[in-house]
């Protein structure tokens, strides 16, 4: 990886972070308890706390993803990151554009799945 791409790839990343962080804030407040008070017929009722359930399950990921990214960041600047974890092998760059927070090569990345 050349500095001019490596640079790319951080800029990318905090980028997807900043915007990620910015979801994340979103769907919390999407998240929050529904008050039994709050006047609502059944049926939105149920359908609020359908949504809920999608939301909650964006968030997992999201945070997921943010903690993945932010230790990418952290790991960038150092001469391991872009190396499988498990073969230390170099990750394709290409591979590292799509999910900058990659820790596995292709090969050992579907040997897992
Ligand atoms: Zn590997």
Known sequence: MTKEEKRYLKNK???EFFTL???????QNL??????????GDLT???????????????????????NLQYALLKIEENDFGLC?????EII????????????CIACAS???
């Not at 974890?85 to 092998?89: I, M, N, P």
């Open 85 to 89: 974890q498990e073969c230390k092998e």
């Open 93 to 104: 760059y290409q591979r590292l554009v799509l999910v900058p927070e990659s820790r596995l």
């Open 45 to 67: 009722r149920f359908e609020l706390i359908h949504d809920q359930t999608i939301s909650k399950k964006a968030l997992e990921l999201a945070q997921v993803r943010s903690n």
């Open 21 to 27: 962080n910015k979801n994340i804030a979103e769907l």
């Open 13 to 15: 990343m905090q980028e």
């Open 31 to 40: 998240c929050k308890p529904i008050s039994p008070e709050c006047a609502l």
């Open 111 to 113: 040997n897992k799945d």
